[in-house]
C-alpha cells in the first residue's frame, strides 16, 4: 500500500514545494507548459500536431491518472498536473482535427481514430497497473518512462515531417522540453530517492533521465536542422511569359 500522506510528509520533507530541489522541478513544470505553448502555436500554423501520436496518446493516459485519480499531496504539483491535462485536450484537438490526412500508411489513415482510442485506454490500464503494482507513488516512474518514449519518437516525428515541410516542427518547444525534463530529473532523483525505499535504488531512473537527456539533444539537433534546411528551400518563381519576338 502507498502510504498515507500527512503535512509532516510536506513540510521540511521531500514533498515540500521550497525544498531547492523541488524549486528545479517546479521551474522544469514551467518550461514544459511553455514547451507545449510552443508545440501548439506551431501546429495551429501548420494546420498539423506537433508531438508523435503514440506520445500524446500516452501523455494523455498518465495526465488524466495524475489529475483526477492517483492522489498527490502538493497543491501545486496537482494544478501543474491538471493544466498538462487540459493543454493536453488542445493537442488531442489538433491531432484528429488535422491528423488523419497526415498519415502515410493507408492502414494508419484508415483506421486513425479508433488507433487513437484503443492506444488511450490501453496506455491509461497499462500506467495504473503499473502504478498499483510497483508502488509508483505519485507514478512519476511512470511519467520517465512515458517521457523517453516520447525523445525517441519525437527523432522519427522530426524525420517524417521534413519531408512534409517541417509542418509542427517547433525548435522552441524542443529546447523547453529538453530543459523541463531536465529539472524534474533532478527533482525526482531527490523525491523519489527519498520516498520510495523499496525500489531498492534509482539506477534505473538515472538511466531513464539520462537516455531523455540524451535523446532531447538529439532532437533539438534534427528539428532545428529540418526548420532550417526547410526555410532555405528556394520559392519557387512563378513563370515569365516569353517576350514575343518582333518582327
Known amino acids: 500500500m502507498h502510504p498515507t500522506f500527512s503535512p509532516e510528509h510536506v513540510r521540511g520533507g521531500p514533498f515540500d514545494p521550497l525544498a531547492w530541489f ?3 522541478g517546479e521551474i522544469g513544470c514551467v518550461f514544459w507548459v511553455v514547451a507545449y505553448f510552443f508545440m501548439i502555436r506551431q501546429a495551429f500554423r501548420d494546420k498539423s500536431y506537433g508531438l508523435p501520436m503514440v506520445a500524446i496518446c500516452m501523455n494523455l493516459a498518465w495526465e488524466f491518472l495524475a489529475s483526477w485519480v492517483i492522489p498527490n499531496p502538493v497543491p501545486l504539483w496537482h494544478f501543474f498536473d491538471r493544466v498538462w491535462f ?5 493537442i488531442v484537438y489538433q491531432m484528429f482535427r488535422y491528423g488523419r490526412e497526415l498519415q502515410t500508411i493507408p492502414e494508419i489513415q484508415r483506421n486513425f481514430y479508433s488507433i487513437i482510442v484503443g492506444t488511450t485506454a490501453l ?3 497499462g500506467l495504473y497497473a503499473f502504478y498499483v503494482q ?3 507513488m505519485l507514478g512519476l516512474m511512470g511519467a520517465f518512462m512515458i517521457n ?4 525517441v519518437t519525437f527523432i522519427f516525428f522530426a524525420f517524417s515531417r521534413r519531408h512534409q515541410g517541417g ?3 517547433s525548435v522552441p518547444g524542443a529546447w523547453c522540453k529538453m530543459l523541463g525534463t531536465l529539472g524534474t530529473s533532478i527533482e525526482c532523483h531527490y523525491v523519489i530517492g527519498l520516498t520510495q525505499e523499496w525500489l531498492g535504488g534509482l539506477n534505473f531512473l538515472t538511466f531513464l533521465c539520462l537516455s531523455i537527456f540524451l535523446f532531447d539533444c538529439l532532437y533539438i539537433y534534427v528539428v532545428t536542422k529540418a526548420v532550417k534546411s526547410t526555410a532555405q528551400e528556394p ?3 512563378p513563370e515569365q511569359t516569353p517576350a514575343l519576338a518582333v518582327a
Open 86 to 90: 487540459f493543454v493536453d485536450l488542445v
Open 134 to 136: 510497483y508502488h509508483d
Open 167 to 169: 509542418r509542427g516542427l
Open 148 to 151: 523517453l518514449v516520447m525523445s
Open 235 to 237: 520559392q519557387q518563381q
Open 22 to 24: 523541488n524549486i528545479i
Open 123 to 125: 496506455s491509461g490500464f
